[in-house]
């Protein structure tokens, strides 16, 4: 299936980019996907204890199932004053 993928803050400067296009098994997670990332970068391994995920603008947990079409976000914490 296909899914948007969504970068915020440093992980979009890790990847190079704000928005992917990705294909995701059947019975897929947002856990899923962005394992699939963390193969392709990385760094972005070091964000994964703190970031928050959102499908289709709604906060969500990593072990979301996902659908067709649906857009992943995934979102450093966020800091400053």
């Known amino acids: 299936m296909h899914v948007n993928v969504r970068l915020f ?3 979009k400067d890790i990847a190079g980019t ?3 296009a990705r294909q995701a098994p059947p019975g ?11 193969n392709e970068f990385a760094q972005l391994r070091d964000y994964e ?10 906060y969500s947990r990593m ?3 996902i659908a067709d079409g649906d857009e992943i976000a995934f979102l450093p914490p966020v800091s400053g004053g």
């Open 49 to 58: 204890a703190s970031i928050s995920v959102a499908v289709n603008e709604e």
């Open 63 to 65: 072990d979301v199932a």
């Open 9 to 11: 803050a440093r992980l």
């Open 18 to 20: 704000g928005e992917l």
């Open 28 to 38: 897929a997670t947002a856990r899923t996907v962005w394992d699939t990332l963390v």
